[in-house]
Nanobody, 115 residues
Framework: QVQFVESGGGLVQPGGSLKLSCAAS????????MGWYRQVPGKQRELVAG???????NYGDSVKGRFTISRDNAKNTVYLQMNNLKPEDTAVYYC?????????WGRGTQVTVSS
């Protein structure tokens, strides 16, 4: 069983930056494909960024060039650096760990981009 503590969300103005962190316990994250997802009310949860255990990355089209996912297996933590934030990035952001058919989810952290 993997448990997460997500942090770093908050209110930021358009064009600003935030860095989300997802610290895990209960299992070594090095065994999992890690990802950040986001969801707004009334819409499906969507992939923001993913990173494999050998550091291959993929990003949703709307965040390419602005967001960067990284992982520190020694700290059992995954990060999402978000730059040039836009109002449409407003959502609850969730950390995910996946291995085969097993998925673990964090509780989410709110990101609000507004002037």
């Amino acid at each position: 069983q993997v448990q997460f503590v997500e942090s770093g969300g908050g209110l930021v103005q358009p064009g600003g930056s935030l860095k989300l962190s997802c610290a895990a316990s209960g299992s070594a994250l090095s065994m999992y494909i890690m990802g950040w997802y986001r969801q707004v009310p009334g819409k499906q949860r969507e992939l923001v960024a993913g990173i494999t255990n050998n550091a291959l990355r993929n990003y949703g089209d709307s965040v390419k060039g602005r967001f960067t996912i990284s992982r520190d297996n020694a700290k059992n933590t995954v990060y999402l650096q978000m730059n040039n934030l836009k109002p449409e990035d407003t959502a609850v952001y969730y950390c995910n760990a996946r291995r085969g058919n097993t998925n673990y989810w964090g509780r989410g952290t709110q990101v609000t981009v507004s002037s």
